[in-house]
């Protein structure tokens, strides 16, 4: 977690740590001046050791206290500041402050702000209003058409649902966008292999997708013949799709447009067990002609288009373009279209190479697509922000992209400012399809089912464990789903990480099967006081929370509980939900520690009500938090394991 806090926006009535914040600022402001109130509110941290709460590093207030030596500022400050309800003291070191959070005051109120948020699931906690008013746009996942969902697509899916669940506690109006490919070899191979080797009747009667790929296989013998007829035949295929594609053939958009429909059909049944939905199916098939050439005579226009002579050889939907040739003459958007060149932009001053626009044959390559589609969902969402969820093989691919539209005149928005790619890297151990398959290709489904089957054999191993599970099949799924989507988040976006089964699905250590274990052992606590003791949270009032002042295990969760809010601006700033699984792991590791030494049924069976309802209070409130925690990852928490 960054222990930086606050971040900009204080919201004090959701947020304990902002009403500390202010505190502090409003109390050095009185002795130091008004114009250190908002350093000080901004420049707060976390103590990382010793026995205090918050530090301040009296150096970061040199802007406005030029002339002040930074060991005096702090001692003055220790000298004169007079505890409060909030900060029961305040220590110098050096040119460092410390303070300590009074007790009783954190432990009430923490409380107080998270239990009081629960009853309102529309503004749970840890949610804040720092997007009111702001609009994203994110695309994530994005697979192509008619092709079986595998690994590769996976962890833009995780890490896309993640984001858009932050931007939505931080309060943006989020549209979920999955853009469906059409346009690559595979599929014109497909379309290919359909028209000579498909059956219609077989595709409504089978299972689409995997009839499709079976399809695929067929035709994909004939592509990768060393030579004879059948190679030819099928090289011609696939050029002529691109043509029949570019000028609207009736017959292939309508074969193209039902493996669309089937394609979404099954990719929702697997967003479904992922616990994921989208707002919009666009996709390549929904770029407009218009918007394209708009695009292209405009940089025409600007003289930006040059023409270069391109090495035979097709890409991925995003891949990495041929070797370039650029033709000398004037750069003159009619005069290179005359020429049957392609059509290219020279970025070598950006160091971005030269990426093609225009195939010679008057195709639109992938990146110039990508430009009309971002400018058309502009005119469409008027977005404050749009994201692309991809993995950093195309790094250059959007660079090149932001680049041209940001040099385009007539471009409605700021690239700049409001388009970012979300890269990350590929997951180790797994082999993930290319055009070309292989005997390792790895499906999610066949993912999901291998975890899902491991997680029902580890529920039957250890009955003792576990409660009686009323859906045993749909336990299983869930927990299979989860220890597969926190490895994928668990790694920062930049980091590799090997895929291990035997790690993944364990209920011991740092794995998702242990989170959903921790909120289901909350649930169950509450379930039995409440059925053998009659022990409930009735009244928020009549909880006496000075009660858990004499174990320090409650403070130290009261205190981690309170850092919460924080942790969700700092993931959204960050783009990094790894901050969100760290913080899960911790919180979960300090509520299984302090089963023995805050113990609730103990205090029941010893008439002691009171102490075990403050408890029974502080372990509700840190499965509401856990819950959030988890749900914001697109986790299901569960009840019952």
Same mark, same amino acid.
């Given at each position: 977690?960054?222990?930086?806090f ?20 409003s ?65 110098a ?155 609207g ?52 226009k ?58 010679? $044959? ?14 058309? +969902?502009?005119?469409? #969402? /008027? &977005? %404050? ?28 928005f ?30 999610l ?31 299983? $799924? ?14 920062k +976006?930049?980091?590799? #990480? /090997? &895929? %291990?089964?035997?790690?993944?699905t ?25 059925l053998?003791?009659?022990l ?59 089963w023995?030494t ?42 019952r394991?």
């Amino acid at each position: 977690m960054d222990p930086h806090f606050p971040l900009p926006k204080s919201e004090p009535s959701a947020n304990f740590l902002h009403i500390i914040g202010t505190s502090i600022a409003s109390s050095l402001a009185n002795i130091l001046g008004d114009e250190v109130n908002q350093v000080v509110y901004a420049s707060i941290e976390i103590s990382t050791e010793g026995p205090y709460d918050l530090e301040l590093a009296v150096p970061k207030l040199g802007a406005v206290l030029k002339d002040m030596n930074p060991s005096e500022i702090a001692a003055k400050v220790a000298k004169e500041y007079t505890p409060d309800e909030l900060i029961e003291a305040v220590a110098a070191s050096g040119s460092s402050l410390s303070f300590n959070i009074r007790s009783a005051s954190m432990m009430r109120q923490v409380l107080e702000i998270i239990y009081s948020t629960s009853q309102t699931p529309k503004r749970g906690y840890g949610t804040n209003t720092l997007g009111n008013g702001k609009r994203l746009v994110i695309e994530f996942s994005s697979p192509d058409i008619a092709m079986p969902f595998h690994v590769g697509h996976r962890r833009s899916t995780v890490i896309g649902a993640a984001l858009s669940n932050l931007y939505a506690a931080n309060g943006w109006d989020v549209t979920k966008l999955n853009y469906l490919g059409y346009r690559g070899t595979q599929c014109a191979l497909l379309a290919a292999g359909f028209d000579k080797h498909g059956s219609k009747e077989k595709l409504e009667k089978e299972d689409p997708i995997m009839y499709l790929y079976g399809v695929y296989l067929v035709i994909y013998r004939d592509f990768k013949a060393k030579e004879g007829q059948r190679r030819d035949d099928t090289k011609q295929m696939v050029k002529d799709y691109f043509k029949r594609l570019e000028k609207g053939d009736p017959h292939l958009i309508e074969m193209l447009q039902r493996f669309r429909e089937l394609s979404i059909l099954e990719y929702i049944k697997i967003y479904e067990r992922l616990n994921v939905q989208f707002d919009v199916y666009d996709g390549e098939s929904l770029v407009s002609a218009e918007s394209i050439k708009d695009v292209m005579d405009q940089l025409g226009k600007q003289g930006l288009l040059i023409g270069v002579t391109m090495e035979d050889g097709r890409k991925s939907k995003r891949g990495k373009i041929a070797a370039l040739k650029v033709e000398e003459g004037e750069n003159k958007h009619e005069d290179l279209l005359a020429k049957d060149l392609a059509l290219a932009i020279d970025l070598n001053e950006f160091k971005l190479g030269k990426p093609v626009l225009q195939n010679p $044959d008057g195709t639109a390559t992938p990146i110039l697509r990508d430009i009309a589609a971002a400018i058309d +969902r502009y005119h469409k #969402y /008027h &977005f %404050d922000k749009m994201l692309y969820v991809v993995g950093n093989q195309q790094n250059l691919h959007f660079a090149q992209c932001f680049k041209i539209l940001s040099l385009l005149k007539d471009c409605p928005f700021d690239a700049s400012e409001k388009l970012k790619h979300i890269n990350f890297s590929q997951v180790k151990g797994m082999a993930i399809p290319t055009l070309w398959p292989s005997a390792n290709l790895v499906f999610l489904k066949d993912i999901l089912d291998s975890a899902k089957e491991m997680m029902m054999k580890r529920i039957k191993a250890s009955p003792e464990k576990f409660e009686t599970i009323e859906d045993l099949e749909l336990t299983s $799924d869930q927990i299979g789903m989860t220890a597969v989507k926190v490895q994928d988040l668990q790694a920062k +976006r930049s980091m590799s #990480y /090997h &895929f %291990d089964w035997e790690r993944v699905t364990s209920f011991e250590g740092d794995t998702g099967p242990y989170l959903q274990y921790t909120h289901a052992r909350l649930c169950s606590m509450e379930r039995m006081v409440a059925l053998e003791d009659g022990l409930a949270i009735s009244s928020l009032e009549s909880i006496d929370t000075s009660l858990l002042l004499s174990t320090p295990k409650a403070r130290e969760m009261v205190f981690y509980l309170a850092t919460f809010p924080d942790v969700v601006r700092t993931a959204l700033k960050t783009h990094e939900p790894s901050n969100l699984v760290t913080y899960c792991f911790k919180l979960a590791h300090l509520i299984s520690s302090a089963w023995e030494t805050l113990g609730v049924e103990v205090f029941v069976g010893r008439g002691e009500k009171e102490v075990a309802e403050a408890r029974l209070l502080l372990y509700a409130c840190a499965k509401n938090v856990l819950g959030s925690a988890m749900k914001m990852l697109s986790l299901t928490p569960l009840e019952r394991i």
